[in-house]
C-alpha cells in the first residue's frame, strides 16, 4: 500500500466525522516553505497581503505556515511527509522523487492548463521540464553564470570586451599584466577567479568548445559523456593554459563563495561569474561597500564564439531541482493551486516581488513607484513570473542585459533523470571528473594524461552510464 492510499483511507474517516462543519466556512490551507516562518514579520506579512488579496477576489483562505527549520530543510520536510503530515502546498529542495513516487504530489500540468495565469508566466525551460517531471513548479529564470568586470577597470584597459575564446585569454593576461589595483605592483592580479568546480566557466566556454550537450554522439555515431569527448579535452587545454600563465585561479578548489567574492572587491582578481542577475547587483553593491567614496559600476561581458560554437551551456530540462508542489491528498487541491495561480498574477508579483508601499517602496501622487533601501533585502518569496515588468526597473542595467543575454540563450540539454540503481555510478564518475579536472588545472596532470582519465571514468561506471543513455537519449 502506498503512502497515499493509507492516507487517504485515513483521510476518509476523519471526514466522515466532520460532516456537520458549516457549508461555508473559510478553507484552511497549509503551507510550508524553506524560511518561510511564522517568526519573520515580512513573511508573515506578505502571507495575510495575500489572503486579504485572494478574499477580495472571493477566494477566502487562511493560510497557516508550517515552521520548519531552514538549515536541515529536506530532512525535516521528509520526515514530517513521511509521518502522514502532508500540507496542502509544499516546497521542495530535494526529497521529491521519493515523495512523487509515493502519489503524494499532484500532477500540476492540468491546473495549469486551465490556470489563469501560471500558464503565461512560465519561462520555456519551465515548460520543458514540467512536460518530464509534472509535479513541481519553480517560476524563475534559469541559472546561468556569466562574467563581470569593473566598469573603471574595463576603461582603464583600453581594450574591447572579449568575443571570442582567443580574446578573452588576451583579456585575462592584459588584466594580470596592468596594475590596476594600484598597488604599485603589476602581475599579482588574476584574471579570473572562481570557486568549487569549473562550472561557472562552462557556462560560456562549453558552446565555444562545441561541448553542446551531455550527450553527445562520437565519431562511431555512439551516445558518450561529453566529458570524455574531445571538445571537452579542448575546453579542459584552455582551462588548464589560462591557470600555467597565473590567469586563471589555481585555487578555486579551495576557495568557498565568500573567498571567490573576496578576491573581487579587493582587487586580486578582475573577473568572477554571478550566478543570477539578482547576483550581479548584490555584486555591485559590496564593491560600493567595499570602495566607499567611488561609485563603481559592474560591465558584463560578451558569451565567446569559438570553433565549437557560442551560447550559455544547454539546461538540463529533466525536471525541476527544487519548487512547488500540492499535496495530491488535500482536499482542498483547487484552493491550494488557486494561491500559486494568484501569486504569478500582476497583483501577487506586485506583492512577491516588491513588498509593501511606504517600506519597500514609496508612490507619489501619479502613482510613481520609488524603491527604498529597504528593497535591498527583500526577496520573491514564491515567483519570478516571465510576464511581470516592475513599474520601475528592479535590476541595474547590467543586471538587465544579463537577463536578457539568459532569455535569449535557452537550449535544452538532453541529460536524463536517473534510475536510483545508477546513484553509485553518476557519484563516483562525478568524483573521477572533478578530481582530474583539478588536476590538470594545477597542473598535477598534463593533458598528455587525458586517455588515463577517460579510462578511470569509465571504469568508475561511465561505461555502465553510458549503455543506460543509448537507450533513452532520442
Ligand atoms: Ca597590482
Known amino acids: 500500500m502506498t503512502l497515499k492510499k493509507l492516507l487517504l483511507a485515513t483521510t476518509a474517516v476523519a471526514l466522515f466525522g466532520a460532516i456537520a462543519a458549516p457549508a461555508m466556512a473559510q478553507t484552511t490551507l497549509r503551507i510550508v516553505s524553506k524560511d518561510l516562518l511564522t517568526t519573520n514579520p515580512d513573511d508573515v506579512r506578505e502571507i495575510e497581503a495575500i ?23 529536506a530532512d525535516a520536510l521528509g520526515v514530517m511527509l513521511l509521518s502522514g503530515d502532508i500540507p496542502d502546498i509544499m516546497y521542495f529542495q530535494g526529497g521529491d522523487q521519493k515523495m512523487a513516487e509515493q502519489g503524494i504530489l499532484e500532477d500540476l500540468n492540468p491546473l495549469i492548463e486551465s490556470s489563469a495565469h501560471i500558464k503565461d508566466a512560465l519561462w520555456p525551460h519551465n515548460v520543458e521540464r514540467l512536460s518530464n517531471y509534472p509535479y513541481l513548479l519553480y517560476v524563475y529564470p534559469p541559472r546561468a553564470p556569466q562574467p563581470v568586470i569593473r566598469k573603471d577597470w574595463l576603461d582603464k584597459l583600453g ?21 590596476l589595483d594600484g598597488d604599485g605592483t603589476p602581475g ?52 588548464a593554459g589560462l591557470a600555467s600563465k597565473g590567469l586563471f585561479d589555481k585555487e578555486y578548489v579551495t576557495n568557498t563563495f565568500d573567498v571567490k567574492e573576496d578576491k573581487f572587491y579587493t582587487g586580486k582578481a578582475g573577473v568572477i ?11 555591485t553593491g559590496k564593491m560600493r561597500q567595499a570602495h566607499p567614496g567611488e561609485t563603481i559600476d559592474l560591465a558584463l561581458l560578451p558569451i565567446p564564439s569559438g570553433l565549437g560554437g557560442q551560447g550559455l551551456a544547454a539546461l538540463d530540462v529533466s525536471k525541476e531541482s527544487r519548487g512547488w508542489a500540492v499535496s495530491a491528498i488535500s482536499e482542498n487541491k483547487e484552493a491550494a493551486f488557486a494561491v500559486l495561480d494568484f501569486m504569478a498574477s500582476k497583483e501577487g508579483q506586485d506583492i512577491d516581488r516588491m513588498g509593501f508601499e511606504g517600506t519597500q517602496y514609496t508612490k507619489d501622487a501619479s502613482g510613481a ?73 594545477t597542473g598535477e596532470a598534463g593533458i598528455d594524461q587525458w586517455d588515463a582519465f577517460v579510462a578511470e571514468y569509465n571504469a568508475a561506471g561511465g561505461q555502465r552510464m553510458a549503455e543506460y543513455a543509448a537507450t533513452v537519449v532520442k
Open 51 to 73: 489572503e486579504a488579496a485572494l478574499k477580495a477576489q472571493g477566494t477566502d483562505v487562511d493560510l497557516q505556515i508550517v515552521d520548519l527549520p531552514g538549515s536541515s530543510y
Open 159 to 179: 581594450v574591447a570586451a572579449p568575443t571570442t575564446v582567443e580574446e578573452y585569454d588576451a583579456f585575462f593576461q592584459a588584466i594580470h599584466d596592468g596594475d
Open 188 to 239: 599579482n592580479t588574476l584574471g579570473l577567479t572562481g570557486y568549487g568546480n569549473t562550472n561557472e566557466l562552462d557556462s560560456i566556454f562549453n558552446q565555444a568548445f562545441g561541448v553542446t550537450s551531455t550527450w553527445m554522439k562520437n565519431a562511431d555515431g555512439a551516445w558518450v559523456n561529453s566529458r570524455v569527448t574531445d571538445a571537452e579535452k579542448a575546453k579542459l587545454e584552455f582551462y
Open 273 to 283: 561569474f554571478g550566478s543570477s542577475p539578482e547576483v550581479i547587483d548584490i555584486y
Open 369 to 441: 513607484v520609488t524603491f527604498t533601501d529597504q528593497i535591498s533585502t527583500w526577496y520573491a518569496r514564491f515567483f519570478n513570473a516571465a510576464n511581470w515588468t516592475p513599474p520601475t526597473p528592479l535590476l541595474s542595467p547590467t543586471a538587465q542585459a544579463a537577463l536578457d543575454t539568459i532569455k535569449s540563450n535557452f537550449k535544452p540539454d538532453n541529460a536524463f533523470v536517473w534510475p536510483a540503481d545508477y546513484a553509485a555510478d553518476v557519484d563516483a564518475t562525478e568524483q573521477v571528473y572533478r578530481s582530474w579536472v583539478a588536476k590538470f588545472i
